[in-house]
């Protein structure tokens, strides 16, 4: 990843957090990594563990930003979410859930933010 793309990801990873925590999210984890790929940000609403894939671009819209979300993608989040919950010796009842939030970073103007709950459902 370049530079420029790492600091439009940061970016996007920042003021996502600021969003969840906006809505009452506790963010438990950032950048939590495995051998199979990383969970962008781990966060708790309530009793559910939520997973976030936060897809960033310096665009109009969200589109490409949530196109960018494929079925690799999500094939590697689910083992590294397993991944996570074994390391926190979370058992089988665990309530969770994989969440997308796009931004879309556009000149002069405030972000878009588009957040999905149930991402993997659609």
Known sequence: MTSDNQQTGNTGESIAMT???SKGYAILDTNWSSRFGEIDIVAKQEDTYV???????RSNNTESAFASITP???????????LYLDERNLDDDTVWRVDAIGIALRRNHPPIIDHVENAFDW
Do not use: A, D, H, Q
């Not at 997973?51 to 671009?57: C, G, H, P, Q, Y």
């Not at 999500?74 to 397993?82: G, L, P, Q, W």
């Open 72 to 82: 690799s993608k999500r094939e590697k989040m689910i083992r590294t979410i397993y």
């Open 51 to 57: 997973f976030v894939e936060v897809k960033t671009r």
């Open 19 to 21: 969003f969840l925590k």
